[in-house]
């Protein structure tokens, strides 16, 4: 199938994919009354002299700004504002349709960290969560952290998310494997936004008494191994050598790969072949995420040895898609009434998404991208995280 042109043919025909409806009907004037003026003016006045109570008389609660500069849109770069629209009403779709949450599509005309965030501060009121999407690294780790006082949760989900999913996915493939996923030594190709988060969650970085921290990881970049003696590393690169490349291991990707256990593509298509995998250690685990030609294809993984193959591809056997997890931790956020999301709420995501496989195999690791039940399991476990966390 043509997934191109049918693509355009429905977003042609729909123009857009999603719309905003009314909750309640307004067929008589004592209908307008209520809703509009006069009777409007009632919430207001009680929101005025009692902030909190927006979240009971307005959609705030259950409302997410999915905010775009367009930058680093799912591997067509930086396209820009308006060309980001369409991924940003798909993002808001789903969490419509897998959290119930009314999501907006936010794609601002500008690629300044200043006004990024002061658009976004400006228009919090209405929202409950600040969902950041394809911003490029390094600025997407700076308007995030600058944002984190905002009094609501702001995540940016090409970092958390895909990072909760890997975990996911990695814990299940320990468990196939008899393996203990702190053992593993793993390799990150490519350390932007989501290979410096993944590393992290995988570290265990602001965990007290973290469940899960392997061993060592590798980041490595188009230029190679991130190690400490580059001087060309950018600000998110320089922090990430404090708990990755234990060792100062030098060289390009192949030689980072020799002798590891684990493979995390988050770059581009085709860096990898059979021979490759050959070099890593026994039944290797491949997670090749580049969108939409994965690092290394399925097949030649496994020619090359790989015992388990994962992509992002809905396509293909092992999806690790963020649908599995941006919806259920905003619920879970939004219904805790958390003002940010913790490292112990992406931890609990993580387990919550791995648990939602109750026999894991080599080609399913982690569950269907479609699966309902998946957002309602993550939404509990990141509730009880952030009420346990007073977050």
Do not use: W
């Amino acid at each position: 199938m043509d997934y191109f042109q049918k693509s355009l043919d429905l977003h042609k025909k729909h123009k857009g994919k999603i719309e905003v409806q009314p909750k309640v009907p307004v067929n008589t004037t004592d209908d307008l009354a209520t809703v509009y003026s006069p009777g409007v003016a009632a919430p207001c006045e009680l929101i005025a002299a009692n902030p909190d109570a927006v979240y009971e008389y307005t959609i705030k609660a259950n409302t997410v700004a999915v905010v775009s500069d367009g930058s680093a849109v799912l591997g067509l770069g930086n396209i820009g504002a308006l060309a980001a629209i369409p991924v940003m009403e798909g993002k808001a779709m789903l969490f419509k349709k897998f959290a119930g949450i009314d999501a907006f599509p936010i794609c601002l005309n500008t690629q300044d960290p200043d006004e990024i965030v002061r658009t976004i501060r400006h228009i919090a009121p209405v929202f409950g969560g600040i969902n950041l999407e394809d911003i490029a690294a390094p600025r997407s780790f700076e308007i995030e952290e600058r944002l984190q006082d905002l009094g609501i949760p702001v995540f940016h989900d090409d970092q958390h998310g895909t990072a909760i999913v890997v975990l996911a996915a990695l814990i299940n493939a320990a468990k196939v494997l008899d393996r203990n996923i702190n053992d593993f030594r793993i390799v990150i190709n490519g350390a932007g936004a989501a290979g410096v988060a993944i590393a992290k969650l995988l570290k265990g970085i602001n965990l007290e008494d973290p469940a899960i921290c392997v061993k060592d990881v590798i980041l490595c970049d188009r230029n190679g191994i991130l190690h400490r003696s580059r001087t060309d590393l950018n600000a998110s690169k320089l922090a990430a050598l404090a708990f990755t490349n234990r060792d100062n291991q030098r060289g390009n990707l192949r030689d980072a790969l020799r002798g590891a256990d684990v493979f995390i593509g988050v770059s581009s298509a085709n860096v990898l072949e059979s021979a490759d995998i050959r070099t890593m250690a026994t039944d290797p685990i491949v997670l090749a995420l580049a969108n939409p030609i994965p690092e290394i294809m399925p097949a030649e993984a496994i020619a090359g040895g790989a015992a388990i193959v994962g992509t992002g591809r809905s396509d293909l056997p092992n999806q690790v898609n963020n649908v599995l997890g941006f919806p259920g931790v905003f619920r879970g956020a939004l219904n805790a009434r958390a003002t940010r999301i913790s490292a112990p709420m992406k931890l609990a995501a993580a387990l919550a998404i791995a648990d939602c496989v109750d026999e894991p195999r080599r080609d399913f690791i982690i569950p269907a991208s479609l699966d309902q039940q998946v957002a309602e399991k993550v939404a509990e476990a990141v509730y009880k995280a952030a009420k346990s966390g007073g977050m």
